[in-house]
């Protein structure tokens, strides 16, 4: 019988990670022009595979995905990457984040600004 | 200070249960192939070796650190060490069978009272080339060993040091708590005597290894990284850096049991198997000699006691190149360290 593991507890298990690659399953087509094109965006290019995993460790924080964390902390250790420099990209995440709420209080300046006298 | 899992009485100190481990679990099970099937799967099985080229000669496993990942648990408290009588033979047989390299490794090998007969009469003998794996802080130990590099240097021994990283954090978190300095200032000792300096033939090469359970990254970036980062910060100069993947044994199989990584690295290993670094496995060209004389695949090898298969003769006064270079190499899963990758080695990345 197939298990279905954890699901009905949680819905996340860090064993998926490795599931990955079975999204093929139910849609083989989509799903090989989706990992054709991951793989080339990682390669070595104008940006050096270095850079690009601390870019997806960066967007990782931003969008809070758990899978996603665990993958690109683990590459950027494999690619020489210091605990120094993995928390610098974390930062600049939460600038932007940040940034992007506290940006938009200018709007809130402005209609306070104008509903006031 | 931290002792050795011998010293401790650790489970782990018996070879026999660390193999029982390597073989149980997720091989047992199927859930990853056993290092055997996967060379069948591309007809390497049995793995045999070329020509031997490369002596390493294991001369004590005494040491004046304790790394949290070594492959030996060296460590103050161990005192395996080998008599001049088996140096002795190690000379004849350099001779006999025409052995380009001398590697000598420990424990701190420089611990070994004989350690600098042993090397001046391999220079004698005519081999080509002496390495001495360093841990460089031994350079520092005690003022008697304050002369080394002047010593390396007269008799032209390649120095290859362990340096897991350019930072101090890293470095004293695998090593010790200190050892990063120590290093540093050992490692200014050997370029100001002419290690690592152009023109002058005396080569220093240093040793990264992942400073946990993950593989290394690209030898050549790293060695760029090394090199800047120590240039600028330390003022030091060397030659290579040369990665080496951590193999699941002895402490750093400890490492990986205690923290719950065991399975998740072996899976790691088993996906990064690289055929091409097959070829160009150290076993292959190397033979590894222990305190006693008894000879093994490689250095991780004679951690686990496997010696040489016993038709090939198991001891240096059994020494038969003829025999030695049509045996089968001995392998368990911990081999698949050495083919992750881009291979791994004594010398580093093979493929």
């Given at each position: 019988m197939q298990t279905i593991p954890f699901m009905e507890k949680t819905y996340y298990d860090p064993a998926d990670l490795k599931k990955f690659g079975d999204v093929a399953e139910f849609g083989p087509e989509l799903a090989k022009k989706f990992f054709d094109y991951y793989g080339d965006v990682f390669k070595?290019?104008?940006?050096?595979a270095r850079e690009k995993s601390l870019i997806a460790l960066a967007v990782a924080h931003a969008i809070q995905c758990p899978y996603c964390i665990d993958a690109y902390t683990s590459d950027s250790l494999e690619k020489g990457i210091t605990d120094e420099q993995m928390m610098e990209a974390v930062h600049v995440t939460t600038a932007i984040r940040g940034g992007a709420s506290l940006v938009h209080s200018v709007q809130m300046m402005n209609k306070s600004k104008k509903l006031s006298m | 200070m931290i002792k050795s899992l011998r010293a401790n009485h650790h489970i782990l100190a018996n070879t026999q249960e660390q193999l029982r481990i390597l073989s149980e679990g997720v091989f047992a099970s199927g859930e990853l192939p056993s290092f055997e099937d996967r060379l069948n799967l591309i007809n390497d099985y049995p793995l045999k070796p070329s020509s031997i080229q490369i002596f390493q000669v294991n001369?004590?496993?005494?040491?004046?650190q304790v790394c949290k990942h070594c492959h030996v648990d060296a460590g103050p408290d161990r005192k395996e060490i080998m008599t001049r009588d088996t140096m002795k033979m190690c000379i004849d047989i350099i001779k006999e069978a025409n052995i380009k390299t001398l590697d000598l490794t420990g424990g701190a090998p420089e611990m070994n009272p004989d350690f600098r007969w042993f090397v001046e009469e391999a220079n004698k003998a005519g081999v080509e080339e002496i390495i001495v794996r360093s841990n460089l802080t031994i350079i520092l130990a005690n003022p008697s060993y304050y002369d080394l590099p002047q010593f390396f240097k007269k008799n032209k021994v390649r120095v290859i040091s362990s340096l897991p990283f350019y930072q101090p954090d890293k470095t004293d978190r695998q090593r010790g708590e200190g050892v990063f300095e120590k290093s540093i200032k050992a490692l200014h000792m050997l370029n100001e005597v002419g290690y690592g300096q152009d023109r002058t033939g005396l080569l220093l090469d240093l040793v990264y290894n992942p400073a946990g359970a993950f593989l290394p990254a690209d030898q050549l970036q790293l060695e760029r990284d090394f090199k800047k980062e120590l240039k600028n910060h330390f003022d030091i100069d060397f030659n290579s850096l040369f990665t080496i993947t951590n193999l699941p044994i002895s402490r750093f199989l400890e490492f990986l049991l205690r923290t719950d990584n065991y399975d998740d690295y072996m899976e790691k290993l088993v996906n990064a198997f690289n055929p091409s670094a097959v070829k160009g496995v150290m076993c292959r060209n190397t033979l590894s000699v222990d305190y006693q004389g008894y000879l093994y695949d490689c250095d991780f090898n004679q951690m686990l006691g496997l010696k040489v298969q016993k038709a090939a003769g198991q001891h240096l006064r059994d020494f038969d190149i003829n025999k030695l270079e049509n045996r089968e190499i001995k392998i368990s899963q911990h081999c698949y360290g050495c083919t992750a990758g881009a291979g791994s080695s004594c010398q580093g990345t093979v493929a």
């Open positions: 070595e290019g104008a940006l050096t | 001369i004590g496993y005494m040491c004046n």
